[in-house]
């Protein structure tokens, strides 16, 4: 007999899905048999369905290919708002299969288990859209179109929802399961007025963000920039699009100092991919003299930083289009000599800052022992935001951050996911003990599917950065101080190797060792990072 689930499940293979997260219910039993019996597809049994979904989405983003992640009716559902808030912000693909109770007793009201009012509705302003079967037939189109909806235009999390009847129900099966793919409808009678003003333009400048990374827009950002000679900066999770090593990529946007400068100088800004969120761009005091803004829908125009021309559609094809139309500048070797002296500049500063704060020795320690392939993956504690800023990385995708939401409780789970995306390649989680106690149930999954990276702890006894703004807004501390487990007693609890390290040499050892053993390794660092690098650097 062929089930809604087992349909399911040959959409979800035939599109290439061969990795599941998830945790069993007595709602998506079905789901689980279809899976037992097919017995192709990898189930990852996750220890809470908050982290399952974290684990979906750094899957999806090492992969660049969909994250998905099925979880229960009503509290399991539930438990994966926060994470699918993340991915949504971060434009991450992550399918969430859900189910419901019986498609009969939808919306009456009449106590049954699991049971909450339009469920759907939670998920509405967390996701690009929510599909929702309510008859048998439907799941084959309804999955399809889920699938295709995930990574159309700008990426993002996608809400699949099936009535547990109805993922046991038999069905008959349709002969094409394939998945289409659509290009978004491109719109641009600015495209030309685009190319007379970048050719004008003296200081042309690139600001790049996660859309273009999603994209895999490498070869188009280096070509431009390249064409034009103009400096690049990016939003933190777009570092390494082109590596940070280029002589023309000049860092993170958000930093103040001889990149905030280059910005304000440039006489035009051409954003690719990025929504110059205040967030992002704004709150940090980029300032954008003249902007043209393509991006794949028009959704984030001029909300925060007016633009002289929108462009939006099929971003990758606009930029190969205004390529085309472009030259080498006559003043190219002009162009070239400044982007070198702000470079010069902003490698004085960073020394500067070297001097002064031991997290850029730490993130030095890091660095030097990750080769290039590689992933850093942060959660939003100290040591985190100053890599959002330092932390030279130089492939698309090299430094993973939650920065989609500014959640808590994200790396170590997003580390498991990408380490399950490319078990070859070096993964390192950072996260605070604040985070780190959001997730640490998910050593049991690593455990079980024997998953091994180094995830550095931390240890400040404190939610370190809530100290610093009490400090600095209230002149006193309020309940951020800590009170923490061993950590490494808690790794050797499930079976994990622990050590405590208190300087970067130790760290180095640690994770040199880590590393070279491919087990899991809980690295305790005992420091306190005072203050973020925002607003300063
Ligand atoms: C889910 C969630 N809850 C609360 C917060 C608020 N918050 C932001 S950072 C932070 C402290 C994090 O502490 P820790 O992980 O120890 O890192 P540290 O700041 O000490 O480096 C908190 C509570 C958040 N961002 N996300």
Not at 295 to 311: A, Q, V, Y
Not at 350 to 372: G, S
Request: proline share 6%; with cysteine; net charge negative.
């Amino acid at each position: 007999m062929q089930t809604g689930a087992d349909t399911l499940l040959e959409i979800l293979k035939a599109a290439g899905v061969h990795t599941v997260f998830g945790i069993p219910s007595i709602h998506n039993l079905g789901f689980y048999e279809a899976l037992r019996k097919d017995g192709s597809i990898r189930h990852i049994l996750c220890r809470h369905e908050a982290t399952a979904t974290h684990m979906a989405d750094g899957y999806a983003r090492e992969s660049g290919t969909p994250g998905v992640v099925i979880t229960s009716t009503g509290p399991g559902a539930g438990y994966a708002v926060p994470a699918l808030q993340e991915a949504y912000g971060s434009s991450a693909p992550v399918l969430m299969i859900t189910t419901n109770i019986a498609a009969s007793k939808i919306g009456k009201g009449l106590g049954t288990l699991h049971e909450v009012k339009e469920q759907d509705g939670i998920f509405k302003n967390i996701t690009k859209a929510v599909f929702i079967v309510r008859a048998e037939e439907d799941i084959e189109d309804l999955t399809r179109e889920a699938l295709n909806t995930l990574k159309l235009g700008r990426p993002g999390p996608v809400y699949l929802e099936v009535p547990t009847d109805l993922m046991s129900r038999e069905i008959g099966v349709k002969r094409d399961l394939g998945t289409n793919t659509t290009v978004p409808k491109t719109d641009l009678p600015d495209l030309k007025e685009a190319i007379t003003l970048i050719k004008n333009a003296e200081r042309p400048l690139l600001v790049v963000g996660t859309a273009a990374v999603r994209a895999c827009m490498a070869e188009e950002v280096v070509s431009i920039a390249e064409t034009l000679a103009a400096p690049v900066i990016f939003t933190p999770s777009a570092r390494g699009l082109i590596p940070d090593k280029h002589p023309l990529a000049l860092g993170n946007s958000a930093r103040s100092g001889a990149i905030r400068e280059t910005a304000s100088s440039s006489d035009l800004a051409l954003a690719i991919g990025t929504r110059l969120r205040e967030v992002d761009a704004k709150r940090r005091g980029l300032v954008l003299p003249h902007l043209i803004h393509v991006d794949w829908d028009n959704e984030w125009t001029d909300r925060n930083f007016p633009s002289n021309i929108s462009l939006s559609g099929d971003m990758p094809g606009i930029v190969r289009a205004m390529m085309e139309a472009l030259e080498s500048p006559s003043d190219r070797e002009r162009r070239l000599q400044r982007v070198h002296e702000i470079s010069l500049k902003i490698q004085e500063e960073e020394a500067e800052i070297r001097r002064n704060h031991r997290e850029m020795t730490y993130l030095k320690v890091i660095r030097d022992i990750l080769p290039e392939e590689s992933t850093l993956v942060v959660d939003n504690t100290q040591l985190g935001y100053w890599s959002e800023y330092f932390y030279p990385c130089h492939v698309p995708g090299g430094w993973m951050g939650a920065k989609g939401s500014a959640i808590i409780g994200f790396a170590f789970a997003a580390a498991i996911g990408a380490k399950i995306a490319s078990p070859e390649k070096p993964i390192i989680a950072v996260i605070g003990d604040g985070g780190f106690l959001y997730s640490t149930q998910e050593l049991a999954t690593c455990l079980r599917h024997g998953i091994g990276f180094p995830v550095i702890v931390v240890n400040s006894k404190s939610f370190g950065i809530i100290a610093y703004l009490q400090k600095k807004f209230h002149k006193c501390e309020y309940e951020s101080r800590l009170t923490n487990p061993d950590f490494v007693a808690l790794a050797n609890a499930y079976g994990i190797a622990g050590r405590r390290v208190a300087s970067p040499d130790g760290l180095g050892q640690a994770l040199d060792e880590a590393l070279s053993s491919g087990k899991m390794r809980i690295i305790e660092l005992l420091e306190d990072f005072p203050e973020p690098p925002f607003g300063r650097y």
